[in-house]
């Protein structure tokens, strides 16, 4: 029997014990949380929970019940303080705990902006949103920094509950990172048809307040009053661990196909991870993404030898749009815009699908998914006429 040790009780760390377990591992398993609370869902953060609509037991991934029924040891409110790899355990402080496999599930960080002030928020945790719930009241004044997913979502929540509300992104246009113009173009509209203010090409140049932040101030010299402000500068990989214990490190913690890092006991997977894809080193940061590779590390861990293949797919809801992306769109070259059921965006590398964004039309989605996911495509003025996605297939 193989004692294994999970560090990072995310979305990952919860879908690789629970795989280990279910494929038949019979020593062993402790999954170690650094938050007090039991592993839960992230994505609702800047969304429902944030709007009151889901509480946080609804949030949980799994019932407390189920850890002990698959002899699974959930210690939350832990932080690992360190790895000792020569003598193959994990510290907490004064506490040793031994493992003959590690899998390293750390998820990510929020990146925040630097200051001392108060009223100046991240949304990645339960404790960061539960910190600015109560300022959510109609006529507050918050300005959100960064124009990408979680800022947006951020906007779409604060514009819903009454509150006035100014996006900063320094970058030329919101979504520059993650999305088409295109689709950042269809973004702007629905947010500036809920009053929210979005200035692009706006970088921010430092806070200003008395002990909490008033306002912020922009390298060009404007000043904008708040009454709190919110960082959606993205998120970073959490690697200190990992980096502190000498493993290979590149846009995250380094693994081969099959989730092992450079020490051959040690694993990783999720947001924290970075693999081989098309020749270069590739994260994803998403749900699907962390349940996939983490379900694949479990197998490989007890013997599947078998490489991972992303199926990059996210979401993002906004006002009453979801969001659904399949594929990535890097590289492309053109982009085909379709409305049928809602509007599609469609990318393209030299007239090869990479890619799909599609708002309120799941039905673009599932065509856009399918197409990818089995190398095929049709031709972009395919795509521009056919009278139904359907016909695509």
Same mark, same amino acid.
């Given at each position: 029997?193989?004692? !294994?040790?999970?560090?990072?009780?995310?979305? /990952?760390?919860?879908?690789?014990?629970?795989?280990l377990?279910?494929?038949?591992?019979?020593?062993?398993? *402790?999954l170690?949380?650094?938050?007090?609370?039991?592993?839960?869902q992230?994505?609702?953060?800047?969304?429902a929970?944030?709007?009151?609509?889901?509480?946080?037991? %609804?949030?949980?991934? +799994?019932?407390?019940?189920f850890y002990?029924?698959?002899? $699974? &040891?959930?210690? *939350?409110?832990?932080r690992?303080?360190?790895?000792?790899?020569?003598?193959?355990?994990?510290?907490?402080?004064?506490k040793?705990?031994p493992?003959?496999? @590690?899998?390293l599930?750390t998820?990510?960080v929020? +990146?925040r902006?630097p200051?001392?002030?108060a009223?100046?928020?991240t949304?990645r945790?339960?404790?960061?949103?539960?910190?600015?719930? =109560?300022r959510?009241?109609?006529?507050?004044?918050?300005?959100?920094?960064?124009g990408?997913?979680?800022?947006?979502?951020a906007?779409a929540?604060?514009a819903?509950?009454?509150?006035?509300?100014?996006?900063l &992104?320094? #970058?030329?246009? !919101?979504l520059?990172?993650?999305?088409? =113009?295109e689709?950042?173009d269809?973004f702007r509209?629905?947010?500036?048809?809920?009053?929210?203010?979005?200035?692009e090409?706006?970088?921010l140049?430092g806070l200003?307040? &008395?002990?909490t932040?008033s306002a912020?101030? @922009?390298?060009d010299? %404007? !000043?904008?009053?708040?009454?709190?402000? $919110?960082?959606?500068?993205g998120?970073?990989? /959490? *690697? /200190?661990?990992?980096?502190?214990?000498? @493993?290979?490190?590149?846009?995250?913690?380094?693994v081969?196909?099959r989730?092992r890092?450079s020490?051959?006991?040690?694993?990783a997977a999720?947001?924290?991870a970075?693999?081989?894809?098309g020749?270069?080193r590739l994260?994803?940061?998403?749900?699907?993404?962390? !349940?996939?590779?983490?379900?694949t590390?479990?197998?490989?861990?007890l013997?599947?030898?078998?490489?991972?293949?992303?199926?990059?797919?996210?979401?993002?809801?906004?006002?009453?749009?979801k @969001?659904?992306?399949?594929?990535?769109? +890097?590289g492309?070259d053109r982009?085909?815009v379709?409305?049928?059921?809602?509007?599609?965006?469609?990318?393209?590398?030299?007239? %090869?699908?990479?890619?799909v964004?599609?708002a309120?039309?799941?039905?673009a989605?599932?065509?856009?998914? +399918?197409? $990818?996911?089995?190398?095929?495509?049709? #031709?972009? &003025?395919a795509?521009?006429?056919?009278?139904?996605v359907?016909?695509?297939?």
């Amino acid at each position: 029997m193989n004692d !294994i040790v999970v560090v990072g009780a995310g979305q /990952a760390g919860v879908a690789l014990a629970a795989k280990l377990r279910a494929l038949g591992a019979t020593g062993r398993i *402790t999954l170690i949380g650094e938050e007090p609370v039991a592993p839960y869902q992230r994505p609702p953060l800047s969304k429902a929970y944030l709007l009151g609509e889901m509480d946080v037991d %609804r949030l949980t991934l +799994r019932a407390d019940s189920f850890y002990a029924d698959q002899n $699974i &040891e959930l210690r *939350t409110g832990c932080r690992v303080t360190g790895i000792d790899r020569n003598a193959r355990c994990v510290r907490m402080g004064a506490k040793v705990l031994p493992y003959d496999m @590690l899998a390293l599930t750390t998820g990510s960080v929020a +990146r925040r902006l630097p200051t001392d002030l108060a009223g100046v928020f991240t949304v990645r945790t339960v404790a960061d949103v539960d910190a600015m719930r =109560a300022r959510f009241v109609p006529g507050a004044r918050v300005v959100i920094v960064g124009g990408g997913f979680i800022g947006l979502e951020a906007a779409a929540v604060a514009a819903k509950l009454g509150l006035e509300v100014t996006v900063l &992104e320094a #970058a030329p246009r !919101i979504l520059s990172r993650v999305a088409s =113009a295109e689709t950042a173009d269809f973004f702007r509209d629905l947010h500036h048809a809920h009053g929210v203010t979005l200035l692009e090409g706006a970088a921010l140049a430092g806070l200003e307040g &008395e002990g909490t932040v008033s306002a912020v101030r @922009l390298t060009d010299g %404007r !000043i904008i009053p708040c009454d709190f402000v $919110i960082a959606g500068i993205g998120i970073a990989p /959490a *690697t /200190a661990l990992a980096e502190a214990a000498g @493993l290979a490190l590149d846009n995250g913690i380094a693994v081969d196909a099959r989730g092992r890092t450079s020490d051959g006991a040690i694993w990783a997977a999720g947001d924290c991870a970075s693999f081989l894809h098309g020749g270069e080193r590739l994260r994803l940061e998403s749900v699907p993404h962390a !349940i996939d590779h983490a379900e694949t590390v479990a197998a490989n861990m007890l013997g599947a030898a078998q490489d991972y293949v992303p199926k990059p797919w996210f979401w993002s809801d906004q006002y009453d749009v979801k @969001l659904q992306i399949a594929g990535l769109h +890097r590289g492309h070259d053109r982009v085909v815009v379709r409305r049928e059921a809602g509007t599609s965006f469609w990318y393209f590398a030299a007239g %090869r699908l990479l890619a799909v964004d599609a708002a309120n039309d799941p039905r673009a989605y599932m065509v856009g998914k +399918r197409l $990818i996911e089995a190398n095929r495509s049709p #031709a972009p &003025e395919a795509v521009a006429s056919a009278a139904t996605v359907k016909d695509l297939l």
